[in-house]
């Protein structure tokens, strides 16, 4: 029996619906806009660890607040850390503490004020360094530089450890 024919087996015999509403992956093909994919990406794979129905339930709280403000874009693009902050102060989930997600959400905020989405500083780095590792540092180098913005401290590492 071939690998393909295995794969097709299984495949035919797994519930691939409910295997996607237990997967991170579910959260950001919830929508169709980029910057609320970029969004969802960006915090089901932040939060994605541990025990699925742990995390789970973090994130079904995480997206319905984002939802209850018109989606993840409108929500960080609107975010003011004293209002929409406050309101996010009893999700939290292991070493990402509320006041962790609020700066993260407010690093995307500062972000998305000088860029379309997330992928424009992926590029950028792919093509000035020809390759994704320096796409990637790129994007790493500038979310924590925004982080630091927003808290106002000058080294990544005097961010809350849900930051880092």
Same mark, same amino acid.
């Given at each position: 029996?071939?690998?393909?024919?295995?794969?097709?087996?299984?495949?035919?015999?797994?519930?691939?619906?409910?295997?996607? &509403?237990?997967?991170?992956?579910?959260?950001?093909?919830?929508?169709?806009?980029?910057?609320?994919?970029?969004?969802?990406?960006?915090? @089901?794979?932040?939060?994605?660890?541990?025990?699925?129905? !742990?995390?789970?339930?973090?994130?079904?709280?995480?997206?319905?607040?984002?939802?209850?403000?018109?989606?993840?874009?409108?929500?960080?693009?609107?975010?003011?850390?004293?209002?929409?902050?406050?309101?996010?102060?009893?999700?939290?989930?292991?070493?990402?503490?509320?006041?962790?997600?609020?700066?993260?959400?407010?690093?995307?905020?500062?972000?998305?004020?000088?860029?379309?989405?997330? &992928?424009?500083? !992926?590029? !950028?780095?792919?093509?000035?360094? @020809?390759?994704? @590792?320096?796409?990637?540092?790129?994007?790493?180098?500038?979310?924590?530089?925004?982080?630091? &913005?927003?808290?106002?401290?000058?080294?990544?590492?005097?961010?809350?450890?849900?930051?880092?």
């Amino acid at each position: 029996m071939t690998v393909g024919l295995l794969l097709d087996r299984l495949w035919a015999s797994t519930d691939a619906r409910q295997r996607i &509403e237990q997967d991170p992956l579910f959260w950001p093909r919830r929508y169709d806009d980029l910057r609320d994919v970029e969004i969802a990406v960006f915090f @089901a794979s932040t939060l994605a660890y541990g025990r699925v129905e !742990l995390f789970r339930r973090v994130l079904v709280d995480l997206f319905a607040l984002f939802d209850a403000h018109g989606g993840p874009a409108c929500f960080v693009s609107g975010f003011r850390p004293d209002v929409e902050g406050r309101l996010m102060a009893g999700i939290a989930y292991r070493f990402h503490r509320a006041r962790d997600l609020v700066v993260l959400v407010a690093t995307l905020r500062r972000i998305f004020e000088s860029v379309d989405s997330l &992928e424009d500083i !992926l590029v !950028l780095g792919v093509h000035q360094e @020809a390759g994704m @590792a320096a796409g990637l540092d790129g994007l790493v180098g500038a979310m924590r530089k925004a982080a630091c &913005e927003v808290e106002g401290v000058e080294n990544f590492s005097q961010l809350g450890r849900g930051v880092r």
